[in-house]
């Protein structure tokens, strides 16, 4: 009787393809407008993510001051970071993949007749672990080369590209400031701007290079830390607050001042912003949606009205009600299911397009369309439901008579 | 064995002053294996009584026994298995389904008995076959002329072999040819297939197929006749 029900519905459908048409526009339209809307919210969602996790993994960033965001050792008056500090954290604190103290500044990068204006860092290799930084080509920084404070140094892709184009400036020299340094390797593109910055565009060389030319002193700005597992990061994060705090004098009552960056609170609180977005988006879009079922109410009632006659033919011939019911409820369920198949292929198509021109990843939810061809099923049985009743509860003899 | 009782059958249409009572008083039996041609004047009754046969309608009073089963005692749903199982119907106006082929037009009562496609097509071209239009299969109501139609409604009523065969003038569109043709199948179901057939029409030549002929006159029978020639006078009033 069920496949009975979905031949008759079928060739209805057929019989009245732009009446079908019509009907189901408004689903196709509301299911589209979810999908899409969605997906384009979790995309940007997902950019904001990405984004935050280039800067490292499980990474911690400390830096002196009391707020984050504050220029580091601004405030007056707060002491710097030494090295001591980061080799304390990496002596007592266990469970910790990477602890890189570094120095940041803006310089200008003379090369090949060529300046360029970048963020010079100074740091040692944990820099490379906690940044998750590979090499392109060349290596890292040798121990004596640290130890030392020699003039080496790498290359973030932009910087390269800057200044080299698509040149191999590997074993050349390099001019910042009032010296000149060797290029000892090429780091691979992240590719990704964090915090509105290219972070390819950068110089990295040992700490004490840049403490020493660069800075004239021995302050440490930021150190950066990678845990090992993401579990234990707020039991790093406070380890490391009790021994700053004992490092640098703090009394009991005395706020910290310093503070420790979590990049995943970051990415938390960021993603959150546009996920609350992409929710009340998504909001509006089932709105289009249920004004798309109302449609097919409309439509449905009419054609009851329409094919009174031919309920009345069925009735005589010896369809029972629930038949003629599921005969009616069956086509507007299959109206509306194929309102959301068309939708869901639409909306496929359209958030493909419309990532790539907002520059966000694209990525197929099979929730949200599931959800989606669900409910427009769903919409199908509320509103084809009252129609249908109508029809089968129809006198066999008035509805023949029926002109 | 008796296939239809009717006793006492009134029927009673609209309310207070505009009521009007179609039958008064029916009274019919019908033995399995007849059949019967209802004639009478325009009014009379004739269709009322086929719908509340076809178990399409209730009567307003009295008993109607089909096959020992009281149908004033189904329900709705217990009415249309009736009809689905035992009844053939052809109506007065065709009540073809628009825009829709007269092959499915043929294979619906079969749908609705569950048959497969197969022999659903089958049996439906078997039906087209005998009413004369096996080349119309896939043509739609609109595309068929009126007695083209009624024939596609008559092969619909007998697709089936139903126990019982109403057709409420069944050759009133039709050309004496093909009205006798129809009429010849008629017979044939009748007497190879032992159809129980009720026919209504106006046209004595085609009573003339029954086996019996009842006559109505203003809501009651007036006569119930086997095997016997009209009478000239009685012709003149039925064209009327
Ligand atoms: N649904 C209805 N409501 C009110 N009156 C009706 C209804 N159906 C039939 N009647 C009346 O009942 C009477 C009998 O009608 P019926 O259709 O049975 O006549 P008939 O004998 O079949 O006539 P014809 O030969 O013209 O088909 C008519 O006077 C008609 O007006
Ligand atoms: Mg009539």
């Known amino acids: 009787m069920f496949w009975n029900s979905l031949i008759l519905a079928m060739r209805e459908i057929r019989r009245n393809l732009l009446r079908s048409f019509l009907t189901i526009l408004g689903i196709v339209i509301g299911v589209a407008a979810v999908i899409t809307m969605v997906t384009l919210g979790n995309g940007a969602t997902q950019a904001v993510k990405n984004q935050v996790a280039s800067l490292g993994s499980n990474l911690l960033q400390i830096r002196t001051g009391q707020r984050m965001m504050e220029p580091p050792g601004g405030g007056g008056g707060v002491p710097n970071f030494r090295v001591e500090d980061a080799q304390a954290i990496r002596n007592e604190i266990s469970g910790l993949a990477a602890v890189s103290p570094q120095v940041s500044r803006t310089a200008t990068v003379v090369a090949m007749a060529k300046n360029w204006s970048t963020s010079v860092t100074g740091a040692d290799n944990d820099f490379f672990t906690a940044g998750n930084w590979s090499l392109e080509t060349g290596r890292t920084f040798s121990d004596a080369e640290l130890e030392t404070g020699q003039s080496v140094c790498l290359l973030g892709a932009t910087l390269r590209k800057e200044l080299y184009g698509t040149r191999e400036p590997l074993g050349e020299r390099l001019r910042v400031k009032n010296f000149s340094c060797e290029i000892i390797g090429i780091l691979k593109a992240k590719g990704q701007a964090a915090m509105g910055r290219d972070q390819d565009d950068t110089l990295i060389m040992p700490l004490k290079t840049v403490q020493r030319r660069l800075l004239g002193n021995n302050d440490v700005s930021t150190i950066s830390i990678s845990v090992q597992d993401e579990n234990n990061i707020t039991q790093a994060q406070s380890e490391i607050t009790e021994l700053l705090r004992k490092r640098r004098r703090l009394t009991e009552g005395e706020d910290d001042n310093f503070n420790i960056m979590d990049t995943r609170q970051i990415a938390d609180a960021l993603s959150g912003t546009t996920q609350v977005m992409t929710t009340l988006l998504g909001a509006v879009a089932s709105v289009s949606l249920l004004v798309g079922g109302i449609g097919i109410m409309n439509i449905m009632l009419v054609s009851v009205t329409e094919r009174t006659r031919e309920i009345g033919i069925r009735l005589a011939i010896g369809a029972l009600e629930r038949e003629v019911l599921m005969q009616f409820l069956t086509e507007a369920v299959m109206l509306s299911a194929l309102g959301g198949l068309i939708g869901i292929i639409l909306a496929t198509l359209a958030s493909y397009v419309l990532s790539g021109v907002m520059n966000v990843p694209y990525e197929f939810n099979a929730g949200i369309n599931l959800l989606a061809f669900g409910f427009s099923a769903g919409i199908g049985v509320l509103f084809g439901f009252m129609p249908a009743k109508r029809a089968a509860r129809l006198d066999p003899i008035n509805a023949l008579r029926h002109e | ?240």
């Open chain 2, 1 to 240: 064995m008796n296939l239809i009782e009717l006793r006492q059958i009134t029927k009673t249409y609209g309310q207070g002053q505009a009521q009007f009572q179609a039958l008064k008083g029916v009274d019919l039996v019908i033995e399995k294996g007849d059949f019967v041609a209802v004639m009478g004047p325009s009014g009379s009754g004739k269709s009322t009584c086929m719908n509340i046969l076809g178990c399409l309608d209730i009567p307003t009073g009295g008993e109607y026994h089909f096959r020992d089963v009281q149908v004033e005692q189904l329900d709705r749903n217990q009415r249309a298995l009736l009809r689905r199982f035992y009844f053939g119907f052809v109506f007065q106006g065709f009540n073809l389904l628009a825009r829709t082929s007269a092959q499915e037009n043929v294979e619906l009562p079969l749908l609705y008995r569950g048959e497969s496609s197969s022999e659903r097509r089958k049996a439906a071209q078997a039906a087209l076959e005998q009413v004369g239009l096996s080349q119309w299969g896939h043509h739609t109501p609109v595309e068929l002329s009126g007695g083209q139609q009624q024939r596609v409604a008559i092969a619909r009523a007998i697709v089936t072999s139903p126990e019982l065969l109403l057709a409420d003038e069944p050759t009133g569109n039709l050309d004496s040819k093909r009205s006798h043709e129809i009429m010849e199948l008629l017979v044939d179901l009748n007497q190879t297939h032992g159809i129980t057939i009720v026919m209504v029409t106006h046209e004595p030549d085609m009573a003339e197929y029954a086996k019996r002929i009842v006559h109505f006159v203003d809501g009651n029978i007036a006569s119930d006749t086997r095997h016997r020639p009209l009478r000239a006078e009685e012709i003149i009033n039925v064209l009327e």
